[in-house]
């Protein structure tokens, strides 16, 4: 099961510890949704998820204001007897010092956001999702060409990563190389990320290692990238038949996820970075509404009637004109 650490989350929203006193290495986080327990805190604790985030925001906070000594006491003891892994004041909200007294005595950390409510939660929830994300890892190199995330795999010393080296030349960038850690943030969404001890470095076979980020600076490189096109690098096989229309696209599965790969036959000479540029743009025009492909299709069939149904039905056939 995915974890996310409760100081990773507080280094990334910048949050304020209200409670140093305790120990915050072991709290986790294994829930990607929030909790406003606003039903709560007025009594009702039937089907309180409360493995969640909690946040109190400027609507919980005034009615625990108004909240009498004795009533304050009692939905405290019963909020504070779950094992909550933190909750967060918005607004620069702070808890009152009963409030307070409960969550040292029940070691639940409190903290406090300058963001407004609605803010906070959204920020949390898409952080969360990405981290809290099923996870794979795969062999491969993702690089951002034109915006678009390709996904460069194959067997090992196919040339992966001169491919991509060639790449950033070009001034694409470099997310990882070798490990690409894929993450299932919705159903149509996949991200891309480096573990982070390889993280920016290219392995290049006769040279060894080399900092991307260093050497080309910090434009070079990026953090993250969804995964919009797999490029399959193979060696060339005389003896098969190779697409040469892209009539029908092809596609290859992660995590559920369906995602166009394009088999690329390697032979001496071939550019892989201008076949991978070449991929990735026309990738985006057929997602913008123009295949070329089919460009080709619709303007033989309108040359002449007869001749145009030989020669598609040539073409669909594998022979070409």
């Known amino acids: 099961m995915a974890i996310v650490k409760l100081t990773d989350l507080i280094e990334k929203m910048k949050l304020e510890n209200l409670t140093p006193e305790l120990d915050l290495g072991r709290k986790k986080i294994t829930q990607p949704d929030i909790n406003r327990p606003a039903l709560q805190l007025a009594g009702y604790f039937e089907h309180f998820d409360a493995t969640r985030l909690q946040i109190i925001g400027f609507v919980e906070y005034t009615y625990l204001e108004g909240l009498d000594e004795d009533r304050k006491r009692e939905v405290y003891g019963k909020l504070f007897s ?3 892994p933190a909750i967060v004041f918005s607004r620069e909200l ?3 010092e009963l409030f307070m007294q ?9 903290l406090s956001s300058k963001k407004a409510t609605s803010s906070l939660m959204a920020e949390c929830i898409r952080w969360l999702n990405v981290q809290l994300a099923p996870c794979i890892s795969v062999h491969g190199v993702l690089v951002d060409v034109y915006g678009e995330g390709v996904l460069i795999t194959g067997e090992s010393g196919i040339g992966k990563s001169e491919a991509a080296l060639e790449l950033v030349k070009r001034g694409h960038r470099l997310v990882t190389d070798d490990v690409v850690e894929l993450r299932k943030v919705s159903d149509d969404t996949l991200i891309g990320s480096a573990p982070d001890i390889t993280k920016h470095f290219i392995e290049l076979r006769g040279i060894g290692i080399v900092d991307i980020k260093a050497m080309f600076g910090a434009s070079s490189v990026r953090e993250t ?3 919009d096109l797999v490029i399959r690098l193979e060696d060339w096989d005389k003896d098969r038949e190779y697409d040469r229309l892209g009539l029908e696209e092809k596609y290859t599965e992660y995590l559920g996820n369906k995602i166009v790969c394009h ?6 000479g071939r550019n892989l970075a201008v076949i991978c540029e070449t991929a990735a743009v026309n990738h985006r025009q057929k997602k913008m509404g123009y295949n070329a492909a089919q460009e080709l299709y619709t303007r033989v069939q309108n040359s002449w009637p007869r001749r145009g149904k030989r020669t598609m039905h040539k073409m669909k056939g594998k022979t070409y004109i």
């Open 82 to 84: 779950y094992e909550i």
């Open 94 to 96: 702070k808890p009152d």
């Open 102 to 110: 409960y969550a040292l005595e029940h070691q639940i950390p409190l």
């Open 225 to 227: 990238q969804s995964i």
């Open 263 to 268: 088999n690329i036959p390697i032979r001496p």
